[in-house]
């Protein structure tokens, strides 16, 4: 089975300080993405990427980076935490999926951060 | 860009009943329709889709429905067990374009009482 990994997968960190959060995965999929889970919001995608050193904004990206060194590695940075920024973050990947060819998304176990 | 409202947000169902949760959508040019399971502490996973060139899916215990002029879909649990008691999410995507465009209903925490 697809196999995503996720570190931290807890964080407690200060308001104004710089955070990183990490995903790997095993899956040899091309893309990878970054959502953040709030209760009453659902998923919402923050980044996303289709290959190695690129990265593509997703629907709320502002207070957001994302580096793609390799294929199996997507991390997510926040340079100035802020407390709207407490959520559990979610990283998937997936095969390529374009022009209505959909694919299944397999999500990694889950970051769980909180800014004070 | 796509908006998806899912109801209820929560539900409670007795075991051995069903359960059913629906979706709306507004982009009437949506054509993917997955539905994400997450059991408490886990993360989301695909248990069924259903594209715009079918009205009804069925799997294990599992029945999608898409009313495409109703722009609607729906997820029905068959004789529920404390197993499928989780967050299930629904959601929608666009034509020509791949999971960049999958957007998410908020989801529905589903109980079964014993």
């Known amino acids: 089975e697809a196999a995503v990994t996720q570190s931290p997968r807890s964080k407690v960190a200060v308001t104004g300080g710089k955070v990183t959060l990490s995903c790997h995965q095993t899956?040899?999929?091309?893309?990878m993405y970054w959502y953040r889970q709030d209760t009453g919001h659902g998923l919402r995608l923050i980044h996303y990427?289709?290959?190695?050193?690129?990265?593509e904004k997703g629907d709320i990206p502002d207070g957001y980076k994302a580096s793609r060194p390799s294929q199996e590695n997507f991390s997510l940075i926040l340079e100035l935490a802020s407390l709207s920024q407490t959520a559990v973050y979610f990283c998937?990947?997936?095969?390529?999926?374009?022009?209505?060819?959909?694919?299944?998304?397999?999500f990694g176990p889950g970051t769980r951060l909180t800014v004070l | 860009g796509e908006q998806v409202e899912q109801l209820p947000s929560i539900l409670r169902v007795q075991e051995g009943s069903s359960a059913s949760i629906n979706c709306t959508y507004e982009?009437?040019?949506?054509?993917?329709f997955p539905w994400y399971k997450q059991e408490p502490g886990e993360n989301p996973k695909l248990i069924i889709d259903?594209?715009?060139?079918?009205e009804r899916k069925q799997t294990q215990g599992l029945i999608v429905l898409l009313d495409k002029k109703a722009k609607r879909f729906s997820l029905h649990i068959t004789d529920t067990q404390p197993g499928d008691s989780a967050m299930y999410f629904c959601?929608?995507?666009?034509?020509?374009?791949?999971?960049?465009?999958?957007?998410f209903g908020a989801g529905t925490k589903l109980t079964i009482k014993p």
């Open positions: 998937a990947s997936s095969d390529a999926g374009w022009g209505g060819n959909y694919a299944e998304q397999f």
């Open positions: 899956n040899n999929h091309d893309y």
């Open positions: 990427s289709y290959v190695a050193d690129s990265t």
């Open positions: 982009n009437s040019a949506s054509n993917y």
């Open positions: 259903i594209r715009s060139n079918m």
């Open positions: 959601a929608a995507s666009p034509p020509h374009y791949g999971n960049e465009k999958i957007t």
